[in-house]
């Protein structure tokens, strides 16, 4: 089975060979052929996936590190004694992302067959979502820093493309789509800027990016980690030969260097202890996370990202790219176990991204914008959990977010296309009794639909499964991971008194509140009581390739959670075992743990998730689903002020827009009107420059060249035509007159050679 190990390049190749065939061929495929491409590619990458993680169970969850073909020596730099190797890094937490990617993006794949029929640029969709998996699976199965960042800028570039990928929609939409596009780019370069700073500083600190060297085990065993004890070094590292010391990754050189204390990094012109470096290393990567997986304050750019095509919203900004942040974080376990207080500052912004995400969706009308700041909302639980200690906890509930959330995304998209196609049905029949319909229609508002899971019952009964899923409902996926975060961080405030451990502890169980109400509010407006617009009554199920993915991801959105069963739950702990995941995991996160069931705060979570699911049961009753709009909350004067906030988002785009986007256009006008226009290129360039110089010329050109230089060579030349003219007087043509002179020019010569002579004479 080790041999496996090996294959790991096709996951990368597989996808990459999908994404050129069509290319270069998707238009002579036709959609059927496009679809088998893309869908098989996809297929493979999984069916690597899973063979290596049967190498992983077989091998005893041992990490192998496999060179990548024909990039061995990917960067050589001879001058400067620099040779970093492509490698890809098999372990644990690379294959949970491998099986998750590949998996959920498969049946994305299947997914978006039926969505994209007929669209004009159905090849190039599947080329890009080909393309997307490639570097999400190099982002993914990179064994160090560098590796990861080509992965992370790849997964952007195929973001912003596919957020765009309507740019030309009429009636100004595709502006907006081509703007969403924009802003996830531009907020995301923000967060990049933050992973490359913190990339440079481990480069510096440590002389290598690679996360452990080939054969390399870490120092610090799990078991170890999560019992708190002392550091203990294992003889698990390269021996050393002679003098020189063995290779060591940057996660176990921080482990030796922190146990050996007082080690110092060296900038030059100043130094700083290596705990206060790691710290600065940390708070750099939480940037760059803030970016990638949304987090205040760059969350801004993920609800406009659903500009684009419902498939690209539920594999990539749900399921999969919005994720690396975490995955990142969580592979860099080792730097942020050690500083506390990045650890603090992550949990802080991750249960506030919870809250203030969880509090927008309470107001929103839009099917795709509720889930979309859902998404934020979970990734806030994500980053808490790692700002709390609780790394495998983040895993796990990123890997159950996976399930219900690309569901509820493509649920989502079955409803939209449902509605789209119900309002294409009013018109293919005429205006009749329709004939209002000729109006501007909004396909995702939910204050349209209604009464939908008669006319759609896969979708709605799949898309019940995902709602009780995230709402942290027993026995469905969110309710394990989402106890195991609160668990956690109860913990750490109880046992260790720590005040982020009681914040996000609070912030979250509120937030887990704020879930379950928005996520039935969206039920109970979706797919109960009457249709409120007549394209929801001739809505159809969606097509077969579209409702099969949807099944599939309502079975594993229902069970999944049983892979990391608590101990000492009833019956289901003997069933699936206890802490399955968090044991499969501790392999290659070396600071993860597995927490116990705390039976009060599971009842509490489950009574809060529960009431909430029943205060929008009875706030959006039948009657009062009737006569939507207005919303119950916005006509309450008690709520109405709340429910402004919220629909308004909390006014954070105008915020951003008056005190950063503002200011920098205006900053931007006046650098480049006043300073580079006005002064610069008017006044510099224009007037000092060219009118000096112009001045400078005329003069010199003028009063200078015509007026002194060449009146004075002018005047040397007439005064030598003066004077050849009076000597040519004498030149008379006469012999004697010539010997005469010559005659005299030799007396004088013997005069001027005589002259000290007579000189002497003369006592002179």
């Known amino acids: 089975m080790e041999n496996f190990f090996d294959l790991v390049p096709l996951i990368i190749l597989f996808p990459l060979v999908g994404m050129l065939i069509n290319l270069f061929t998707g238009k002579r495929l036709g959609e059927q052929g496009v679809g088998i491409i893309a869908v098989g590619a996809s297929g493979l990458a999984f069916l690597i996936a899973v063979l290596l993680w049967i190498a992983q169970v077989d091998t005893g969850f041992q990490a192998a590190v496999v060179n990548a073909p024909l990039l061995g020596s990917w960067i050589e730099i001879p001058s400067a004694n620099i040779n970093i190797l492509w490698q890809f890094r098999v372990d644990t937490l690379s294959v949970t992302m491998m099986l998750v990617v590949t998996g959920v993006g498969t049946l994305i794949h299947i997914y978006a067959i039926g969505y994209m029929h007929g669209d004009e640029r159905f090849p190039r969709f599947f080329v890009y979502l080909n393309l997307f998996l490639v570097f999400m699976l190099i982002l993914v199965t990179g064994n160090s820093f560098l590796v990861l960042f080509v992965g992370w800028e790849g997964v952007g570039l195929c973001s912003f493309l596919l957020i765009g990928f309507w ?62 004890e002392e550091a203990v070094f294992e003889a698990e590292v390269p021996e050393e030969t002679g003098e020189e010391v063995a290779p060591m990754g940057v996660f176990n050189r921080a482990e030796e260097w922190l146990a050996e204390g007082d080690h110092e990094v060296n900038f030059g012109v100043f130094s700083m202890s290596l705990e206060a470096t790691i710290t600065l290393i940390t708070l750099f990567f939480l940037l760059g996370a803030t970016g990638k997986s949304a987090q205040i304050p760059l969350f801004v750019w993920l609800p406009d990202a659903m500009a684009g095509p419902t498939p690209v919203s539920a594999l990539i900004h749900a399921a999969t790219m919005v994720t690396a942040g975490v995955y990142m974080m969580v592979r860099s376990n080792v730097f942020y176990h050690a500083a506390e207080t990045t650890s603090f500052v992550v949990a802080i912004i991750g249960t506030a991204t919870a809250l203030v995400a969880g509090f927008i969706a309470l107001g929103q009308w839009d099917i795709k ?149 928005y996520m039935w509010r969206q039920m109970r407006m979706v797919f109960f009581g009457k249709a409120r617009h007549p394209a929801a009554e001739h809505a159809p199920e969606s097509a077969r390739t579209m409702i099969v993915p949807l099944a599939i991801l309502g079975f594993f959105s229902t069970v999944i959670g049983l892979i990391n069963v608590p101990a000492n739950f009833p019956i289901l702990s003997e069933l699936f075992g206890e802490h399955q995941f968090t044991s499969w995991l501790e392999h290659a996160v070396t600071y993860a743990h597995a927490g116990n069931i705390v039976w009060l705060l599971a009842g509490l979570a489950l009574l809060v998730a529960g009431g909430a699911i029943y205060l929008a049961q009875m706030i959006y009753n039948d009657r009062v689903l009737e006569r939507i709009p207005p919303d119950p909350l916005e006509s309450n004067r008690q709520t109405a002020p709340a429910f402004a906030l919220a629909n308004a988002r909390l006014y954070w785009d105008e915020a951003y827009y008056k005190y950063i986007v503002f200011p920098f256009r205006s900053a931007a006008w006046w650098l480049a009107g006043t300073l580079d226009w006005s002064f610069w290129h008017d006044f510099v360039h224009e007037v000092l420059i060219y009118r000096s110089f112009q001045t400078a010329t005329r003069v010199l050109s003028g009063p200078v060249d015509r007026g002194i230089v060449d009146r004075a060579f002018n005047s040397i030349g007439s005064g030598i035509q003066e004077a050849a003219s009076r000597l040519r007087r004498i030149q008379t043509g006469y012999v004697r007159t010539y010997a005469l002179s010559v005659l005299f020019g030799a007396l004088l010569v013997i005069v001027i050679i005589l002259f000290p002579v007579i000189r002497d004479l003369l006592g002179m």
């Not at 370069?189 to 002389?207: A, C, E, P």
């Not at 229609?441 to 019952?457: E, I, K, S, T, V």
């Open 369 to 517: 914008k509720v889930l979309a700041y859902s998404t934020v909302s979970q990734l806030g639980f994500m980053v808490a959990a790692v700002g709390v200690g609780a790394y495998s906890a983040a895993m796990f509930h990123l890997v159950t977010h996976a399930f219900f959330k690309a569901l509820l995304f493509l649920g989502s998209g079955s409803v939209i296309h449902g509605m789209e196609h119900g309002h294409h049905h009013l018109h293919e029949h005429g205006p009749g009794e329709h004939s209002h319909d000729e109006e501007p229609f909004d396909a995702q508002d939910m204050r349209n639909m209604g009464g939908l899971r008669h006319r759609m019952p896969v979708t709605f009964w799949s898309y019940v499964a995902a709602t009780l899923a995230i709402a942290g409902i027993f026995p469905f996926a969110g309710f394990w991971s989402k106890d195991e975060i609160l668990a956690d961080a109860l913990r750490l405030g109880t046992d260790e008194g720590r005040l982020d451990g009681y914040i996000a502890f609070a912030g979250l169980l509120i937030a887990a509140a704020f879930t379950a109400f």
């Open 167 to 228: 740019f030309d929609k009429p009636n100004g939409e595709g502006w907006k789509n081509s703007n969403a596009a924009r802003k996830a780019f531009i907020a995301n370069r923000v967060g990049d800027w933050g992973l490359l700073m913190g990339i440079f500083l481990v480069f510096w600190t440590f002389g290598s990016l690679t996360f452990y060297e080939k054969g390399e085990a870490p120092l610090v065993h799990h078991a170890e980690a999560a019992a708190g």
